[in-house]
């Protein structure tokens, strides 16, 4: 009677072990069940991995790095999801290590996946997008498809002229801000300055006829004409008037009236 009790209790057990196993559902009831401080812990040990993984790929131990990424991979998926950008990264480090190794049908499924993410969590226009486009550029190389690896490649090119142009015009309403800060407390030539920096700016990223280039024109010939150089200002404020003429207001001088 005791054999077929304890035969019975086993059964339950095993049993209650393999579906913990096979139930995704059990699997998440046991991450929520993680703390804050056991997944941080996880988690650094998914670091850990990687920068092994990574350490492995530069020496050449391709097979090795795999391995690591594989259970950097494992915990990350469990802690912080599939669509997260920490398992995005080791997707394409994963995706990378199996290019070396010719394994080029799991390389691309890793690095699309890797793709899939990054363009949903941070757009096209990225740099860890513009990675991805790379990286499947080459891929394609080294598979033979010529086709794929010049549109990837071009994609590659055209999110990073596009970043580069996004920085570029950031920095343009930097000089414009820290010029309209320096003009009202009446600081003219340092406000002067740094509009032209933006000027200088806007010229080349958007071209002298866009509203914000003639903006720049309109800021620089109104310093001019407040700090009494009526001949810049005229200047400006003819290169100003593509889209709108500016009127400047007659200046008396000796008697007579000026306009520059």
């Known amino acids: 009677m005791k054999n077929i009790l304890f035969f019975i209790i086993i059964f339950f057990l095993l049993s209650g072990c393999s579906n913990t196993l096979l139930n995704p559902k059990s699997q998440n009831r046991q991450n929520s069940n993680l703390s804050s401080v ?28 795999i391995k690591y990424y594989k259970q950097a991979i494992g915990i990350k998926e469990r802690i912080l999801g599939e669509n997260d950008l920490s398992t ?43 990675e991805s486009y790379n990286n499947l550029g080459t891929l394609y190389a080294s598979m033979g498809d010529s086709d794929k690896a010049l549109d990837y490649t071009k994609k590659t090119i055209d999110i990073k002229e596009k970043i580069i142009r996004k920085e570029q015009i950031q920095t343009a309403v930097s000089y414009h801000n820290l010029g309209a800060i320096q003009e009202e407390l009446g600081d003219y030539q340092n406000a002067l300055k740094n509009y032209k920096k933006a000027l200088k700016i806007n010229e080349k990223v958007l071209g002298k006829h866009h509203p914000i280039t003639q903006n720049s024109y309109k800021n620089i010939a109104m310093i001019y004409y407040t700090i009494g150089n009526y001949k810049k200002a005229q200047q400006f404020a003819k290169l100003a008037q593509e889209n709108s003429k500016i009127e400047l207001e007659p200046i008396t001088v000796e008697g007579r009236n000026r306009t520059n």
């Open 38 to 65: 056991e997944k941080k812990v996880l988690l650094q040990k998914a670091d850990i991995l990687n920068n092994k993984g990574v350490q492995a790929y530069k020496k050449g131990d391709y097979k090795n790095a």
């Open 88 to 130: 995005a990264t080791s997707y394409n480090n994963i995706g990378l290590a199996y290019k070396r190794l010719g394994e080029y049908n799991k390389s691309l499924a890793y690095i699309k996946a890797s793709l899939k993410i990054r363009e949903k969590k941070l757009g096209k226009v990225d740099s860890h997008t513009a």
